[in-house]
Nanobody, 120 residues
Framework: VQLVESGGGSVQTGGSLRLACVASGYANSPGCMGWFRQAPGKERLAVATIDFDGWPRYTDSVKSRFTISKDNAKKVLYLQMNTLKPEDTAAYYC????????????????WGRGTQVTVS
């Protein structure tokens, strides 16, 4: 299984970005998936997760600003990020698990290499 993120970049405060994560190597659709982020000198934390059936979960700091979604047929995970703030600056990672339900605190089986988001 491989996960490849894209869509990162540099934006001004209040701007928007849409991240995408393409999953390959699956015979069928991936299980639950999630987006994590890691700022320099800080630990990697979950931003949002989505169950196989589409149920989303968000960390409090991004609720109402970020939206996680996925296209099972295309095996792509998305993260729409609106009203971006400087504190959203981090490397963003896609993750997937071999189960149907993921919370913000679960472990994951597969990880992408990340895409950088910088908000100034």
């Amino acid at each position: 299984v491989q996960l490849v993120e894209s869509g990162g970049g540099s934006v001004q405060t209040g701007g928007s970005l849409r991240l995408a994560c393409v999953a390959s190597g699956y015979a069928n659709s991936p299980g639950c998936m999630g987006w994590f982020r890691q700022a320099p000198g800080k630990e990697r934390l979950a931003v949002a997760t989505i169950d196989f059936d589409g149920w989303p979960r968000y960390t409090d700091s991004v609720k109402s600003r970020f939206t996680i979604s996925k296209d099972n047929a295309k095996k792509v995970l998305y993260l729409q990020m609106n009203t971006l703030k400087p504190e959203d600056t981090a490397a963003y990672y896609c993750a997937a698990a071999d189960r149907s339900r993921c919370t913000l605190f679960d472990t994951y089986n597969y990880w992408g290499r990340g895409t950088q988001v910088t908000v100034s």
